[in-house]
């Protein structure tokens, strides 16, 4: 990929990812675009080719925002994400370049909370083992095993409550679940009472859950909060579910709680590997936590994976990036 100046007096925008025509139809109104049309990101080289005249920025989650990155694309002044957390993004390097940003606030919420709530019944009823037993050959009717805990009379704490984790609470009601969660700001008592939910500090939510579901951003504070110390705190036999951020967890030390019996089951729809902003971020996800299907449950980041909200989500980002620019555009020589 070779891109050189333009004499075009409109803004240059580039989509650094997969979207919609529709998308790119209403960029192109205003703006010359160049888009990723493939379903592979852009290597790093790439990007910064493709990004190295331009004046905004359409950006997903492969993507990563750092100093370096920004001293080499000196036009830019907007950079609008088609996604919700911004860890890969580095906010403060941006507002010292004036950079200006936006971010999906709500729309990823709904479906993440609905995957969530999926992988919480399937590790809690042992699905994916009995699955793997069924396509093995050995069934041949019912027999007296994969007993399970189930949902039904058990607890399932919520660590985080912010949007995720109301959306995520919204849908466990009626499972006949005791729903406990921790978060350094409470709720107010109406809605707790409304989602039939217990605040308890983190070390009583450790104990009592059946099923932990992390629902926090990751940042300096929450890099592997759940690490082999706060996993030996957990219910023998619990379950824990990640649709957050990898990096929330150590996956070596669930790895070892796997192994040793102590965690029943691990689901998770995001890894470490996907943490770019993370000098140290492992390469892929670990072998041994793979090598262990009848205990886990791994989706591929697909937790707003739905054909019309990701339309949504792109829609609303190019809107985002549309406003930023006509407001933010100056000459630059």
Excluded at 115 to 120: D, E, K, R, S
Excluded at 202 to 215: A, K
Excluded at 218 to 223: A, G, I, K, R, S
């Amino acid at each position: 990929m070779t891109l050189t100046a333009s004499p075009d007096p409109r803004p240059h925008l580039v989509i650094t990812n997969y979207v919609q025509e529709e998308v790119i139809d209403l960029l192109s109104t205003f703006a010359r675009v160049t888009a990723n049309r493939s379903q592979a990101p852009w290597s790093r080289s790439d990007l910064l080719e493709a990004a190295r005249y331009a004046d905004g920025l359409l950006m997903f989650m492969p993507d990563y925002v750092d100093a370096q990155f920004l001293d080499q694309c000196p036009r830019l002044r907007s950079i609008a994400g088609a996604l919700r957390g911004f860890d890969n993004f580095d906010l403060a390097a941006c507002e010292a370049r004036g950079v200006r940003y936006r971010f999906i606030p709500n729309l990823l919420a709904a479906p993440t909370a609905e995957l969530t709530v999926a992988m919480l019944i399937s590790l809690a009823r042992s699905m994916p083992a009995g699955d793997a037993f069924v396509r093995s050959g050995r069934f041949h009717g019912w027999r007296p095993k994969f007993y399970s805990k189930g949902v039904i009379n058990s607890t399932v704490g919520i660590l985080g409550m912010g949007q995720l984790g109301l959306e995520f609470a919204k849908r466990m009601q009626g499972f006949g679940a005791t729903l406990l969660y921790s978060d350094p700001v409470p709720l107010d008592r109406t809605c707790e009472q409304r989602l039939e939910l217990a605040h308890v500090e983190f070390n009583e939510l450790l104990e009592r859950s059946d099923h932990l579901v992390l629902m926090v951003p990751l940042d300096n504070d929450t890099q592997h909060l759940i690490n082999s110390d706060v996993l030996t705190r957990c219910k023998p036999g619990a379950v824990l579910i990640n649709p957050c951020r990898g990096s929330v967890v150590d996956e070596l030390a669930v790895v070892e709680a796997l192994q040793s019996g102590h965690l029943a089951g691990y689901g998770a729809d995001v890894f470490e590997m996907e943490d770019w902003a993370r000098r140290d971020h492992p390469e892929s996800i670990p072998q041994a936590l793979l090598d262990q299907p009848d205990r886990t449950l791994l989706t591929p980041h697909i937790g707003s994976a739905v054909q019309t909200i990701r339309e949504d989500i792109a829609m609303t980002a190019a809107l985002n990036l549309k406003a930023l620019v006509l407001t933010t555009l100056s000459p630059i020589a």
